[in-house]
């Protein structure tokens, strides 16, 4: 991952630090296209600056979070 603060356990850094549509893919082990599907349904949040899409870290986290099975 790009951005060099998530750890191991994926719960490093910020929450509120905004992430690229391709860090989030190295995240999720998921190509771009996949994420931006995920955000084209509303199953991802993301926020827009100018032309570009970010997700908020915390965000990710409930996305995962919130499809955990067996946990």
Avoid: C, K
Avoid at 13 to 27: F, I, S
Avoid at 47 to 61: K, Q, T
Wanted: aromatic share 6%; glycine share 12%.
């Amino acid at each position: 991952m790009t951005t060099g603060s998530i750890d191991e356990r994926g719960r490093g850094g910020d929450p509120r630090q905004l992430l690229t549509v391709a860090d989030t893919a190295d995240y999720l082990a998921m190509s771009r296209g996949a994420v931006y599907n995920l955000l084209r349904t509303g199953e991802l949040r993301s926020i827009h600056i100018g032309r570009s899409r970010r997700i908020v870290l915390a965000d990710l986290w409930d996305f995962v979070d919130e499809r955990l099975v067996g946990v």
